[in-house]
């Protein structure tokens, strides 16, 4: 019994030594740790981290794509000017679209939260970055403050009459306390569905290259380990656009329904 304790003791202690010497020993979801940005230990409510640092510059490339790239208005365009035309055709026809006249008139904040979006997705495609919007703490923030909004105007706009919203008019009488049941309870889960759809996508995409690149090491598999990384990364391109697009729509489905709540 003492020989059979003591081999596997031994085998443990082999198993451990050779984990510790491995080069598949690698933790995709580390790229995710907050830090703080200068010195170490515990991160406070006013401490400056890395998120901080990728959030201010999210805003500073915003500021230099639509302000000042666009200052010159020049009738032949750059390319930032063309880049900044593009973005902002873009926006205010998807408010349009959705939203209808009486929308316009909130399409500042809406292509203020397209852009901080698209820029914070686009920035943490750059190696050794941190992506801001893989946080729930960051896409929750964004989605309450939706949610609220729409919700608060919803009541200005129609007083008690925003509660059509959950009243399916359309429906038999007695399926409608059930259908306004429901409706309530999607209604309150948006704010859930908006931020863990954003903060999911871009953290499953970034963990995915973190794991091939761990790969990549091994000389066996670098080829199509490479492979892999350059597919998804370019997947990833396409999602952090996508993902902007699907956040900025459903705000504005969701602004449509309290600026015209009834079905």
Request: include cysteine; proline fraction near 4%; aromatic fraction near 12%.
């Amino acid at each position: 019994m003492a020989a059979e304790t003591q081999g596997a003791e031994q085998a443990a202690e082999a198993a451990h030594g050779a984990a510790e010497g491995s080069s598949l020993v690698f933790h995709p979801m580390d790229q995710f740790i907050v830090k703080p940005l200068f010195g170490h230990g515990d991160v406070g409510m006013f401490t400056i981290t890395n998120v901080t640092l990728w959030l201010f510059l999210s805003i500073v490339a915003i500021v230099l794509l639509m302000v000042v790239g666009t200052s010159r208005r020049a009738i032949v365009p750059s390319r930032s000017q063309s880049v900044a035309e593009l973005a902002y055709g873009f926006v205010y026809k998807m408010v349009e679209d959705v939203t209808g006249k009486d929308g316009l008139k909130y399409f500042p904040s809406i292509m203020t939260l397209f852009l901080f979006i698209v820029f914070a997705n686009f920035l943490g495609l750059i190696p050794m970055s941190f992506t801001t919007t893989s946080h729930f703490a960051v896409t929750v923030v964004l989605a309450l403050a939706v949610f609220l909004t729409v919700t608060i105007l919803g009541f200005i706009k129609n007083g008690v009459g925003f509660l059509s919203l959950f009243w399916v008019s359309a429906a038999p009488l007695a399926l409608r306390p059930v259908l306004a049941l429901i409706e309530l309870i999607s209604y309150f889960v948006r704010p859930v569905s908006h931020s863990i759809r954003l903060a999911g996508n871009l953290m499953a995409g970034h963990a995915v290259i973190k794991v091939f690149a761990g790969f990549a090491a091994i000389a066996a598999v670098s080829p199509i380990s490479v492979l892999a990384i350059t597919a998804m990364y370019g997947l990833e391109i396409l999602v952090a656009f996508i993902q902007a697009y699907v956040f900025t729509i459903l705000t504005c489905v969701y602004l449509k329904d309290a600026l015209h709540p009834h079905h």
